[in-house]
């Protein structure tokens, strides 16, 4: 069986990394290319990008620093951010991501993922799914989190897997950024919703967080801030998924 | 001097990394998409992210299934990737009516690991001394049987056991993602590469 993931995740914008609290209040947080490969010296799984940009300028600066992030990482690459069609994927995975987050666009034209799929693979479309608790089930908002669709997230995320998403990056917007760990609820949710691997993401806190959402069922768990704040590293955390019996990538 | 590594892009391919990853392995390369480019490289990586039936398409439409054919008849040392490995099989239940280019006996069929796609870190386990063994990145959904003729090691999930590498002759292929396995697929990119150069060299 695989073994499962932990990954590092930059948000970026005008090529650095940002690094917010539930979507807003972004602040500098260093050199993506430098951090991606520490991180990888660290012994992380995979890197995910996300560009936080809304302009145009921002959004060329962000595509030369992805290619830069690709050319010089040797573990896999997602990018996320903006996709709004099949062109954006096709250019970003010549930019050298492995695989490509989509959000905004696929609730809007769902036919988007299986169009990706059947061009570039399911392998490469990844369903980014930014989830908040709403009453017993979670709804799913998108517009970096601006957004409230009329949608349940497991429902969302089985759509979108039927559709062709081969990967479900799940986010809980409640979480984001609060250091509180993981939604353990939202996880086991949606990943009894799908059967394609499923990324949890929002409220890393402590390297023991991280096993608790991959014994909840995640396949993978990601972090930001505590990598960049340099309060764990990737060993650290694989350290505390071994102690809790989960099984990692030496 | 180092050799020249091409990289056929047909479509949609991470060929950046790919480039990235052979440059690091101490080659030199050069992307390629038609027939008479293919006679200039010393060596030739078909990569993959993509669809077995596009890709499948792509060689028939460029003329690049018979430069590539020729290539490897003449003793050109090949490097299958991902749906790149699966295009050296004879076909894929990913597009039925579509044909690979038949170096390596048998077919590819899809996956019934517990998650498909097959995706994340996972061991190789050598069947033969032609590769290491270690922990490789796939993105998978298909993949040949672990008991197909030419298999020299194989991986599995769940009740799953499948393929993960093939050789015959100059020709080698894997399931998982050498560009994007750190150490280890470093270390299989530069015996690719050192490969290639003592074949050059005869």
Redesign the interface.
Known sequence: ?????IIACLDIRDGRIVKGRQFAGLRDAGDPVERALRY?DDGI?EIVVLDVSATLESRLANVRTI?AI????????TVGGGVRGLDDV?RL???????VAINSAALERPELLSDAA???????VVISVDAYRNGSGYAVASHSASRPQPRNADAWAREAQDLGA??VLLTSIDRDGGREGFDLDLIRQVRSAV???VVASGGASTPESFAQALLAGA??ALGASIFHNGEASAGDVKDACRAGGVVV?? | MSITVGIVTLG??????I???LV?AGATTRFIDEPFAVGTCDALVLPG???FG?VAQELDRTGMRSALIEAITFGVPLLGIC?GFQLLFERSDEAPSARGLGIFAGSVRRLHT?????????RVDPQSDAIAQG?A?????YAPDAGVRDAIATT???DDTFACAAARGNVLGVQF?P????AY??QLLTAFVRSAEVAYAR
């Open positions: 069986m695989p073994a499962k993931r990888r799984d290619e690709a050319a010089a990482l040797d573990v896999p690459l096709a995975l010549d930019a050298g991501a492995d695989k059947a061009r570039f693979g399911a392998q490469c081969g990967e059967s394609v691997p396949d993978a990538r030496p | 949609a391919a991470n060929r950046r990394s480039e990235a990853a690091r992210v993509a669809n596009y749906v517990p998650c498909v796609p097959h995706m994340g870190w996972n922990w990145y796939f993105a998978n959904a599995h999930d769940g993602h560009e994007r396995s750190s697929g470093a």
